[in-house]
């Protein structure tokens, strides 16, 4: 069982940046890709990314491709999402995300966190 915890949503303007964070808990976190996926209003979600515990994974849709990166600190089982040049459109709820291997498909993740809302306005 992995336990996902994340913070650093909030409001922010167009063009600015955000840092979102997802601290794990649990058994064999080593055997786990972790990373994000996103859920706008009225839309699909969407897989960001996902990292494994020495390094990619990761999967960037053209979406936030070169203005999103993800991170993993082992010694603290945290992952990073780091957003910069937000735009309106990245507004939606962001889940932190585990698994056993790397996938696009958003259902195949086994644990998710709770989930954190960022807004972009305009």
């Known amino acids: 069982q992995v336990q996902l915890v994340e913070s650093g949503g909030g409001l922010v303007q167009a063009g600015g940046s955000l840092r979102l964070s997802c601290v794990a808990s649990?058994?064999?976190?080593?055997?786990?890709?972790m990373g994000w996926i996103r859920q706008a209003p009225g839309k699909e979600r969407e897989f960001l990314g996902v990292?494994?515990?020495?390094?990619?994974?990761?999967g960037y849709p053209d979406s936030v491709l070169g203005r999103f990166t993800i991170s993993r600190d082992k010694d603290t089982n945290t992952v990073y999402l780091q957003m910069n040049s937000l735009k309106p459109e990245d507004t939606a709820v962001y889940y932190c995300?585990?698994?056993?291997?790397?996938?696009?498909?958003?259902?195949?993740?086994?644990?998710w966190g709770q989930g954190t809302q960022v807004t972009v306005s305009s």
């Open positions: 995300v585990a698994g056993l291997s790397f996938s696009r498909r958003t259902d195949m993740y086994e644990f």
């Open positions: 649990g058994r064999a976190l080593d055997t786990y890709f």
């Open positions: 990292i494994g515990w020495s390094g990619p994974g990761i």
